[in-house]
C-alpha cells in the first residue's frame, strides 16, 4: 500500500468517525446550550480555531460551504459567544465523546501511536483550519479523548488538501460538489443557491483533483512503514465499524 493509496483508502473511515460525533446527542446539546443554530454552531465550532477573524477568512479556509452561509452563521456566533470559546467547547466534547466511545477499543494505543505520527508529519502550508487545530491545546489526556483529537485533524487535514487539489484543478468549490455523488442536494446542503452548474463536463476534472488530494494527503503518510500504512487503516476500518454497527 502506497502513500497515496493509504490516503485515499483512510479517507472513508475518517469520515464516519468524525461524522459519529458530530451527529452524537451530546454535540447537538452544545449547540443549544450555546444558543446556536445547529449551522452556526458548525460553522464556528470547525472555523473558531482561527481565532477572532473576519468572516470572509472564515469562509476562504473552509472553501465547501457557500460564503453567504458562512457568514450568516459566524456573525450569528458573534452575537452571543466568541468563535473561539465555541471551537474550545466543541474541543472538550470531543474529548469527551472519544473516552466514552473510543477509550473501550481494544488497538487504542496503537492507533494513537500510528495516527499521531501522521499528524505530526503533516506540513501545514496552505492548510489554515489544520493548524489552528493543531495547535489547540488538548484539555483531556485519556487515550480515548487523545485518539478523537488525533482523528479530527486526521479529517481535518484530508478535507484541506482536497480543497487544494479542487483550487488547482481549475474547480470552484461549488462545481466539485455539483460533480460529485451528491450533486445539486450536496450543493443545497452546503447552502449554495441555484442556478447550478451542469456537471457532465468537470467530472473528470474532479476525478483528476481528487488523485491530487491523494498525493497530497498520502505525503504524511509516507512517514508510516508500507505494513504500518496497512495496519492504520485496518485499525480505522475496524473502529469506523464498531462505532456505526
Avoid at 458562512?70 to 466534547?93: F, N, Q, R
Avoid at 476525478?207 to 491530487?212: E, G, P, R
Wanted: proline share 7%; charged share 20%.
Amino acid at each position: 500500500m502506497t502513500p497515496e493509496q493509504a490516503a485515499a483508502n483512510a479517507k472513508t473511515g475518517l469520515a464516519s468517525l468524525v461524522g459519529a460525533f458530530a451527529e452524537s446527542p451530546q454535540t447537538l446539546r452544545r449547540a443549544r446550550l450555546l444558543g446556536l443554530s445547529g449551522w452556526a454552531y458548525h460553522v464556528s465550532a470547525r472555523a473558531g480555531a482561527l481565532g477572532d477573524v473576519r468572516p470572509e477568512t472564515v469562509a476562504a479556509a473552509i472553501g465547501f460551504i457557500a460564503p453567504e452561509a458562512v457568514i450568516d452563521g459566524w456573525e450569528a456566533t458573534a452575537k452571543t459567544s466568541a468563535p473561539m470559546e465555541v471551537a474550545t467547547w466543541h474541543l472538550h466534547e470531543l474529548c469527551k465523546w472519544g473516552t466514552e466511545q473510543l477509550g473501550g477499543f481494544p488497538r487504542l494505543n496503537r492507533l494513537l501511536e500510528l495516527a499521531g505520527r501522521v499528524v505530526e508529519a503533516v506540513d501545514y502550508a496552505g492548510l489554515p483550519l489544520f493548524a489552528a487545530w493543531r495547535a489547540m491545546p488538548v484539555p483531556d489526556q485519556e487515550p480515548g479523548a487523545r485518539a478523537a483529537v488525533r482523528l479530527h485533524l486526521l479529517h481535518e487535514h484530508r478535507l484541506g488538501v482536497h480543497l487544494v487539489a479542487i483550487r488547482a484543478s481549475g474547480l470552484t468549490p461549488l462545481q466539485a460538489i455539483i460533480a460529485g455523488p451528491e450533486g445539486e442536494t450536496g450543493a443545497v446542503a452546503f447552502g449554495w443557491q441555484p442556478p447550478y452548474p451542469p456537471a457532465g463536463p468537470i467530472v473528470r476534472r474532479l476525478m483528476w483533483a481528487d488523485s491530487v488530494a491523494d498525493s497530497l494527503a498520502g505525503q504524511a503518510y509516507a512517514t508510516l512503514e508500507m505494513p504500518e500504512r496497512i495496519e492504520l487503516v485496518g485499525l480505522l476500518e475496524s473502529l469506523s465499524q464498531r462505532l456505526t454497527r
